[in-house]
């Protein structure tokens, strides 16, 4: 560290605050703990800066953080460690005030030092602390930009003292192997790692050139052998990468001179390349062989892949009982609305005759083939409503997916409520969106679905189906919304209830299991843009061995989830209920999070959910968030709070991804999901603060906030969100558009007073905020049922900007039943309603 004034010295000697010391690591050659482990920061500035340049060994790269004060970066040393020095090596942007901190899970931190009044360059500190996880916690910055460090070193020993051993087998033995070229058939990137010395590898003549291996699950590193042919590398690197994308440098060699050399190194990964940077000859790089040895730190690597645990029912056409099966599962699930029940059919390729799949709450059936044609099931997928007496509005929490259904009778019924996603089905017939008796019906959403014949909504209040193809359409009840789909009625929503759209701007797939003969891949659909009709059977995308997954199973903790998430697994989570005691943590870019069966994860004491990092292609999918009894800030949060990256190619989404507050008991949280991300893809999700069932009340359940949009050009297909206790929607970044959106205001408002702010009465169902310059919105409806208060009179349903750049189509309010009114649709536009009969306010453009 620079030196600095005597006085300055003495003030913070006599104030008790650590100052770094300025003496070099005690062993400089030493390899830090840190050096090529995973890492993670509260914001990364751009791609070039990202988290894990800051342990990379390469003093020419760095980490940098988002302009604010409150920044944070942390390395996992991969297993419990002593730690007894902690050196920064600061870039210009340097922290004048920080703390290094210690933790043994992540999660619960321990000061180590406190530093005031750093003056920037290398910082070195003594300490003493035992832990897994090392961080600087940003208090104030010297500068007007962020933080920034070179490298970010943490020395000391693992396993109580001891140095783990490294192991003698060869890891990378029989591997697969790719490489950046080849100079001819003859010498494939598979011939390093062959175990034969004879056999070699080499590239094209040319620089750079890099030689990669798959060791099929994320390990320990600790020794690369290289036996080099004649045309050996000069200078080169050794680097390891959790998913085969985002490298850190183990080691750096310079002036290499051929021959076979070995090369401790310290570090985690799945894959290990080596790059070539400068060739030793005029010819390509040629190896004869490449050996990995990997040795434990107390920490074993996590597993992917494996069964898929026992409310899995994986079954085919000569499955014994079949039928039995279904209605088993069926009458302990049908009318268990806020029961602990999780269950998953999977059908194998083949035909299924006379068989009736009744869906109940938190049942999940799909097929297991790459397209729905390829399970087909003569018979029916049914949701009907006798349990509640004909009425289908509480038919939440199940699905269907990815099948072809010849209905026995012509028509197939799905009357369900929201939740319950009807995705990639071709039924060959017609399909009945009502319940048998026609009775009242709150759905619904359909997706990349085939439907040859005529679907009839009849008593449905509102849908929404994207990038389907329909024989029909038959009439509707308030608000029926088409985007991207094939026979598609005309819009009408002046004088009827639909609004079409020809294509959806940008939309991609939901993953989805399937089988590749005998081996289980989740497919990952590619990005569409100006989509119209199904994705299938041409299939874009991407499939990923189940070896890539951790299958997640009850019981299973939040360190484990975040362990494994660290070493570049995806998640699939089983059929259950999990307790996190943590935030789950994604961090990587173009990660999988995909449940079976509605897989519910619950905080626990207070802890936000999930945090998804501001990162490309993240896929959330098929899952329930239950808040639990203890506040949670937010349930859900993609993007780091200032999240600013450009996201466009490679968007994050989140698909049937489902939240709830209360009703399966108390549940608080202030937010239920938060996007600070660019580019989002939202589709279809229902937040819902429970209106109904255990632990219901305006206080008991409170949650201000069911979504918030701070990113920019974020997209919402099938926007479900009900009784927030203020906003339902909150929308402050630009460029956002929603195609749908449902809505009720909070049932229990106990009188206007308790919702009147800023002199108007009631919040908005969806508040565009008045910062925004650009918005667009097709298809949206709010509806009031003030039990408590039928005399409140909410002022409007939406409120936004009226500026040019605002564009809202067609939109409705209505008063359900007279209980509470409206007293204009938008702003102060629109008639207002009144009186019992339930019709809708409507206007179609605005301003």
């Keep these: 560290m620079r030196l600095r004034s005597l006085g300055v010295a003495l003030a913070a000697a006599a104030a008790l605050i650590a100052l770094p010391t300025t003496h070099p690591p005690a062993a400089a050659a030493e390899t830090p703990l840190s050096q090529g482990k995973s890492a993670t920061a509260s914001s990364e500035e751009n791609a070039g800066t990202a988290a894990a340049k800051g342990v990379d060994g390469d003093t020419g790269t760095r980490w940098s953080s988002a302009a604010t004060d409150d ?77 920034s460090l070179w490298e970010f070193q943490v020395f000391g020993t693992t396993g109580g003292g001891t140095q783990p051993t490294c192991g003698t087998a060869n890891a990378a033995q029989g591997r697969p192997a790719t490489a950046s070229s080849t100079e001819n058939a003859g010498t494939p990137a598979s011939a390093a790692f062959d175990g034969n010395t004879g056999t070699r590898w080499s590239s094209q003549a040319s620089d750079p050139q890099w030689l990669q291996v798959d060791l099929g699950a994320a390990k320990d590193l600790c020794k690369v052998d290289l036996t080099w042919e004649a045309a050996y590398g000069k200078d080169f690197q050794i680097q390891a990468s959790a998913d085969g994308q985002s490298w850190n440098t183990l080691k750096s060699v310079t002036g290499a001179t051929g021959g076979t050399a070995s090369y401790d190194v310290s570090g985690s990964g799945r894959y290990v390349r080596i790059l070539g940077t400068a060739r030793g000859t005029g010819y390509g790089y040629s190896l004869w062989e490449v050996a990995v040895h990997t040795g434990g730190t107390g920490t074993p690597p996590i597993e992917g892949g494996g069964d898929l645990g026992p409310n899995v029912i994986v079954v085919d056409p000569s499955t014994p009982n079949l039928q039995q099966k279904f209605d088993d599962v069926f009458k302990q699930q049908e009318s268990s609305q806020f029961g602990t029940g999780r269950y998953q059919f999977l059908l194998k390729p083949g035909t299924y005759n006379g068989i009736n799949a009744q869906v109940g709450f938190y049942t999940s059936i799909s097929g297991l083939g790459m397209n729905p044609d390829d399970t087909q099931i003569n018979g029916d997928v049914t949701v009907d409503a006798g349990w509640f007496n004909g009425n289908a509005t509480q038919n939440f929490w199940r699905s269907a997916e990815n099948l072809a259904i010849r209905p026995s009778n012509g028509d197939d019924r799905w009357a369900v409520a929201q939740a319950a996603p009807f995705r990639r089905i071709h039924v060959q017939g017609g399909l009945n969106l009502a319940p048998n008796g026609y009775g009242w019906a709150s759905g619904g959403y359909i997706a990349d679905s085939k439907i040859d014949g005529t679907v009839g909504p009849y008593s449905q209040q509102q849908w929404y189906t994207r990038d389907s193809s329909v024989g029909g359409w038959t009439n509707g009840v308030w608000n029926m919304t088409f985007s991207g789909v094939q026979g598609a009625p005309a819009t009408n929503f002046d004088s009827g209830p639909y609004t079409t759209l020809d294509t959806t701007p940008v939309s991609r797939e939901k993953p989805f299991l399937y089988l590749d003969g005998s081996t289980y891949k989740v497919f990952v659909p590619a990005k569409r843009t100006g989509a119209r009709g199904v994705s299938w059977p041409a299939n874009a995308g991407t499939s990923l061995p189940l070896d890539q997954f951790y299958v997640v199973k009850p019981g299973a903790t939040a360190g484990t989830i975040n362990a494994a998430l660290a070493q570049g697994l995806n998640l699939l989570f089983t059929p259950g209920v999990y307790h996190l005691d943590r935030t789950i943590d994604v961090t990587r870019a173009n990660t999988v999070v995909l449940g079976l069966g509605l897989a519910t994860l619950i905080p626990d004491n207070g802890v936000d959910a999930m945090h998804v990092a501001d990162v490309d292609g993240v896929k959330l999918a098929g899952f329930l968030i239950d808040a639990g009894p203890v506040n949670s800030d937010t349930l859900l949060r993609i993007g780091d709070p200032g999240s600013g990256a450009d996201h466009s190619a490679n968007p994050t989404s989140m698909q049937d991804v489902f939240v709830r507050i209360g009703g399966a008991g108390p549940g608080l949280a202030t937010n239920s999901v938060v996007v600070n991300s660019n580019n ?40 479900f969100v009900e009784h927030f206790n203020k906003y339902d929607v909150y929308w402050s970044g630009e460029r956002g558009r929603t195609i749908f959106f449902q809505n009720e205001k909070a049932y229990d408002a106990p009188n206007a007073a308790a919702i009147t702010h800023d002199g108007i009465v009631g919040y908005a169902a969806y508040k565009v905020a008045d910062t925004v310059g650009t918005h667009e919105a097709w298809g949206l409806g709010s509806y009031c049922n003030y039990t408590s208060d039928p005399s409140i009179v909410q002022a409007h349903g939406f409120q936004v900007p009226t500026t040019s750049g605002i564009k809202m189509h067609d939109l409705l309010v209505i008063s359900l039943g007279g209980k509470g009114q ?18 809708p306010s409507k206007i179609t453009s605005f301003p």
């Design 71 to 147: 920044q944070w970066f942390q390395v996992d040393l991969g297993a419990t460690a002593s730690v007894t020095q902690v050196v920064l090596d600061w870039e210009t942007a340097y922290g004048k005030d920080y703390k290094i901190q210690i933790s043994k899970d992540g999660s619960a931190w321990t000061d180590l030092k406190s530093v005031t009044g750093s003056d920037g360059g290398a910082d070195t500190l003594d300490v003493s602390g035992q832990g897994r996880y090392v961080r600087m916690l940003g208090v104030h910055r010297a500068t007007q930009w962020g933080y």
């Design 680 to 719: 989002v893809i939202i589709d279809h999700t229902w937040l819902w603060r429970a209106d109904h069932g255990s632990g219901v009340g305006w206080d008991t359940n409170r949650a201000d906030y069911g979504l918030r949009v701070n990113g920019d050009d974020v997209l919402a297909t099938g926007l």
């Design 822 to 839: 409206y007293a204009h649709v938008v702003n102060s536009t629109g008639a207002a309603t009144s009186g019992t009969d339930t019709v």
